[in-house]
């Protein structure tokens, strides 16, 4: 997967942008400020419907616009994304209209490294899930159907709980729904995480090896329990909460250094190059069940990185043959972190105008 021509109108700073990218390496450089970010930001945008950046989405359109567009031509495919200030959103892949933005995700399969891929380890566990999730989505197709169905089920037995409780026969009803479904999403992420681990090691080792790193699951109950019983012998202590304490939505993916967590031990630097071993482990084994590279957006590559572990990096990706939007303030950053043979090319970045060199 590559873009091969992207276009874009009144995303932040950015002038009208017509670009026509290298199918692997794509170097943007430029002043802090300039826009550099901001052009990730928008090819983000047309994957996922919303920023990396910030919440609020309205702040992606350029001051005094009232809309902004974005869109790309991929091989054999056509994807068009367009939102308003007040918040009304189309999307179109090859003409037709998507009613839902989920549906991008296996169009456009991005993955994300930036100043902040740190929070990957520190942050909250929603995002350690959506990191597993967003992998197990690509390998098994019906995984997302099935957690749909979890997700009205938990909020259904939530407002039963909220509201006091309810009948035995109509609890069992949801308890066994519940556990059957949580039963199968558990399944699907173990069974994924299985085949990520070695993935995992071996990227660890090429970037940083001997920091002790080691990846293990929580599920979100104890291993050794059954859900259905855990869910019947919590009522009681759930109807006082407001909620269901245990289960799939509770999982958490746990790294740690040393039989430590990692990011009491680790750098910044080197909890940055554990996060990038999780996403170029997850970018290999997607390419390896799609016959499909993932699109990396590399922001700021040299922040806390230095010179060798750039280059590790770089090279790295140059093995997954995927295509790279990589920025820094100066060329020289970036420029000779690749190898000679690599199809690259360079785009300045100054007031907002992309110009390739």
């Known amino acids: ?191 994924y995480l299985e085949r990520l681990k070695p993935l995992f090691d071996h990227y660890m080792a090429r970037l940083n090896d001997g920091l002790g790193v080691t990846m293990s699951f929580y599920q979100g109950w104890k291993k050794d329990q059954d859900y259905y019983e855990l869910l019947e012998s919590s009522w009681k202590s759930d109807i006082e909460s407001g909620y269901t304490k245990s289960g799939p939505q509770r999982a958490d993916l746990r790294i740690k250094a ?8 680790l750098s910044r630097g080197q909890q940055k190059m554990v996060v990038c071993a999780l996403k170029l482990a997850q970018a290999d084994l997607y390419k390896q069940v799609s016959g499909s590279p993932c699109i990396f957006l590399v922001d700021d590559l040299a922040a806390e990185l230095d010179i060798n572990h750039r280059k590790a990096l770089c090279r790295l990706l140059e093995e997954l043959k995927c295509q790279v939007f990589v920025t820094a303030v100066e060329s020289t950053q970036i420029q000779g972190c690749w190898s000679p043979s690599s199809q690259l090319k360079t785009f300045h970045v100054e007031h907002g105008t992309i110009n390739q060199e």
């Open 1 to 191: 997967m590559a873009i091969e021509l992207l276009m874009l109108q009144g995303v932040r700073n950015l002038s009208p942008t017509n670009v026509s990218p290298s199918p692997l390496v794509n170097l943007i450089y430029g002043e802090n400020g300039s826009g550099k970010t901001s052009f990730l930001e928008a090819i983000y945008y047309l994957a996922y419907c919303k920023s990396f950046r910030t919440h609020k989405q309205k702040n992606l359109i350029q001051h005094g616009q009232n809309t902004m567009t974005g869109f790309c031509q991929l091989p054999h495919k056509q994807l068009g994304v367009e939102r308003n200030q007040e918040g009304q959103r189309r999307i179109k892949l090859n003409g037709v209209c998507l009613n839902s933005a989920a549906e991008l995700a296996s169009v456009l399969p991005i993955q994300l490294l930036d100043p902040t891929m740190f929070r990957l380890l520190e942050g909250s566990p929603q995002l350690r899930r959506e990191y597993i999730d967003w992998g197990v989505f690509h390998v098994e197709p019906q995984f997302f159907g099935i957690w749909k169905q979890f997700k009205r089920a938990h909020q259904t037995r939530n407002a039963l709980l909220r509201a006091g409780g309810a009948s035995e026969s109509e609890r069992k009803i949801w308890h066994s729904s519940l556990s059957d479904l949580a039963n199968q999403i558990t399944s699907m992420r173990i069974a």
């Open 258 to 265: 040393e039989n430590v967590p990692a990011m009491d031990v």
